[in-house]
């Protein structure tokens, strides 16, 4: 009986970055479609209020100062220094409530530590002092940005779209509304707007990746391997690029082409333990089992708690007649994933198949139908071994 291999696609989108303000903005950010106020309030609990007072205190009320504390907030914050900066764009904000930038800018630190709460309501603040500031086309993308880091898709397309009302040149918010729609699963409407992004700067790397990924999603393999080949020409130092084109490779079963692409990947992250999988899969398919079973073993260094990884190994290991182990991994996999129907079904056909115990493989057949109750595979695996055992 055929086994159950599972192939992984990089599911990384690539957004554009939060971006620094005025004078050169480099990320934008949206609002609500329908121009509505928004309803979050700055978020300053007790402590910062008591801190905001304290550099109140000890600064005099000279406009240059707040100017000063913001422009050392945003060094610290290129450093990385995220709570250093915080703390310096409170001073600023203690000194001069009304300056923008340093909403903005605190928003972003906010963002980079993934207080995505505050870093919203300092956005908000940032556009509520300066309504019409063309530059806020930059905070409504990062503020886009945070949204969509909440899973606020709606929420994040609407602030794009305020973004491209205010830039319609604005090529990141282009790509990024492209990843939310693409998020939403709306692949058409994700490939429009790559299309604009791209339009805009034909040299978008992200933008191609995006869209490959898209035509990735619409079984489209070819278009998505053209697209992975135009940002792997503009950007040659992504490996998701290389993992994602390798899996389209693999799709159209070229095995070949895709273990050089995840070759490739691996040589720019050795981290990524589904790209061993997937080059598993790829010398599985070209009956390279011991090949496959040494990257699946990697994989199982890298993530030792993934049960896919045990499931695609113990497939492996059956392909080379040693169903011992390839049990043994069976039952790893469903120790880990107790609802995971594959390897329910896996073991049940290594039970009957080679072990010829029909009752064991019952058992497994049921557990899986009880995972998946309209399986109508799992369903003709049952019927047929109960026929068998009925004999």
Request: aromatic share 12%; proline share 4%.
């Amino acid at each position: 009986m055929k086994r159950i291999y599972l192939l992984f696609l990089s599911t990384v989108l690539l957004l554009g970055c939060p971006t620094t303000h005025p004078p050169a903005p480099v990320e934008e950010k949206v609002q609500e479609v329908v121009q509505a106020k928004p309803e979050e309030k700055p978020i300053v609990d007790e402590m910062e209020v008591a801190k905001m007072e304290v550099a109140k205190e000890a600064a005099e009320v000279n406009p240059e100062d707040a100017i000063n504390a913001l422009n050392r907030g945003k060094e610290l914050y290129a450093q990385d220094k995220f709570d250093e900066a915080i703390q310096e764009f409170n001073n600023a904000i203690a000194i001069n409530s009304e300056l923008e930038d340093a909403y903005f800018y605190r928003g972003l630190a906010y963002y980079a530590k993934q207080d995505y709460d505050r870093a919203i309501a300092d956005y908000n603040q940032a556009i509520q002092l300066n309504p019409d500031n063309p530059d806020n086309t930059v905070v409504y993308n990062d503020r886009g940005l945070a949204y969509y880091a909440k899973q606020d898709y709606d929420r994040a397309i609407a602030d794009y779209n305020q973004a491209i009302q205010i830039n319609s040149n604005n090529a990141e918010a282009f790509n990024n509304r492209g990843v939310a729609y693409r998020s939403k699963q709306d692949y058409d409407r994700a490939i429009a707007d790559y299309n604009q992004a791209i339009q805009i700067n034909p040299n978008y790397a992200d933008a191609y990746y995006n869209r490959g990924n898209a035509y990735y999603a619409k079984q489209d393999n070819d278009r998505a391997i053209a697209d992975y080949n135009q940002a792997i020409k503009f950007n040659s130092n992504n490996a998701d690029v290389y993992y994602n084109r390798g899996a389209a490779y693999g799709n159209k079963q070229d095995f070949d082409r895709a273990i050089a692409d995840y070759n490739q990947a691996i040589q720019l992250n050795p981290n990524n333990a589904d790209v061993y999988v997937n080059r598993g899969i790829a010398y599985k398919n070209k009956q390279d089992y011991d090949r496959a079973i040494a990257d699946y073993n990697q994989a199982i260094q890298l993530k030792p708690n993934d049960a896919v990884v045990y499931n695609n190994r113990g497939n492996a290991y059956r392909n080379k007649q040693d169903y011992d182990r390839a049990i043994a991994d069976y039952n790893q996999a469903i120790k880990l994933d107790p609802k995971y129907a594959t390897a329910f079904v896996n073991r049940g056909t290594a039970y009957e198949d080679y072990k010829n115990d029909l009752n064991r493989a019952i058992a497994d057949y049921e557990a899986a139908l009880k995972i998946k109750p309209n399986d109508a595979t799992v369903k003709q695996y049952l019927d047929a071994a109960r026929q068998k055992r009925g004999k």
